[in-house]
């Protein structure tokens, strides 16, 4: 009988190890990267696998691509998109031998770049023959794409999404206001985001309100059940489905 008692607790005690638990990741992109200096080494200083996006017409872009790379970050293009203006920013109408040139020359300011997401972009986000060519461009290049949604009309993670391109679409900004409370609570918003589909995408600037938030939050991210993973394994995580506030069943809004 004890022996029979002894079992079945190691049994239990088996299922118990074996069981899943529920998994709640979140993963942080820090934009506009590469105007300063300062805030650049603040970005760089927060802890876990924070995601850099380097704008192109910046004056540190390179130099702060590559100290990012060499501090173990993911770094990523953050591309100039209509209504964005500058030397390599993509327009609507624009030839695709002219944007393809204008990508090549983004990415040779930004070394060590693993992928992009868009900087503004409302306007070109929602032109499918450009976004098509871009993804297509992505995967030959090894590229992911992340898409910032600065617009609902976008189609470029639906065109991503078509061609099997790795990518994510964002699901919170986190400092659209820009005050500590604010971004606290669209913070909060994304870890509830996370324990409710799995999973959260949170793209924020490098502004003082938002460095201060996540300087004090990250670290206390693990507490309420948060595992803050790099880009990669979100996309992984993620196999190129649509959240529910993008699309059906996996699928992304094909407007």
């Known amino acids: 009988m004890r022996y029979l008692l002894l079992l079945l607790c190691c049994l239990l005690a088996g299922v118990a190890q074996a069981a899943p638990a529920n998994k709640a990741y979140l993963s942080i992109i820090i934009d506009d990267l590469g105007q300063s200096s300062e805030r650049d080494s603040r970005t760089l200083a927060l802890s876990g696998p924070v995601t850099m996006a380097i704008m192109p017409d910046t004056p540190h872009a390179s130099d702060f691509a590559r100290q990012a790379h060499k501090a173990g970050k993911t770094v990523i293009l953050h591309m100039p998109m209509d209504p964005a203006t500058g030397p390599y920013a993509w327009h609507p109408g624009t030839p695709l031998p002219e944007l393809a040139s204008r990508l090549q020359a983004a990415l040779a300011k930004v070394p060590y770049a693993a992928g992009i997401n868009n900087h503004m972009g409302s306007r070109m986000t929602a032109q499918r023959e450009p976004m098509a060519w871009l993804m297509g461009e992505l995967q030959q290049r090894h590229l992911f794409f992340v898409d910032s949604r600065t617009?609902?009309?976008?189609?470029?993670?639906?065109?991503?999404?078509?061609?099997?391109?790795?990518?994510?679409?964002?699901?919170?900004?986190?400092?659209?206001?820009?005050?500590?409370?604010?971004?606290?609570?669209?913070?909060?918003?994304?870890?509830?985001?996370?324990?409710?589909?799995?999973?959260?995408?949170?793209?924020?600037?490098?502004?003082?309100?938002?460095?201060?938030?996540?300087?004090?939050?990250?670290?206390?991210?693990?507490?309420?059940?948060?595992?803050?993973?790099?880009?990669?394994?979100?996309?992984?995580?993620?196999?190129?489905?649509?959240?529910?506030?993008?699309?059906?069943?996996?699928?992304?809004?094909?407007?």
Request: aromatic share 2%.
């Open 151 to 255: 617009s609902a009309a976008t189609v470029a993670a639906a065109e991503a999404q078509r061609i099997g391109l790795a990518h994510v679409s964002r699901d919170v900004f986190l400092d659209d206001v820009r005050t500590p409370e604010a971004i606290t609570a669209q913070l909060q918003q994304g870890v509830a985001l996370a324990h409710k589909q799995g999973s959260a995408v949170l793209i924020g600037h490098p502004y003082p309100q938002t460095l201060q938030v996540l300087e004090r939050e990250i670290p206390r991210l693990k507490g309420q059940g948060i595992e803050l993973i790099p880009l990669r394994q979100m996309i992984a995580e993620r196999g190129n489905q649509a959240m529910p506030a993008h699309g059906g069943h996996g699928l992304y809004h094909n407007r």
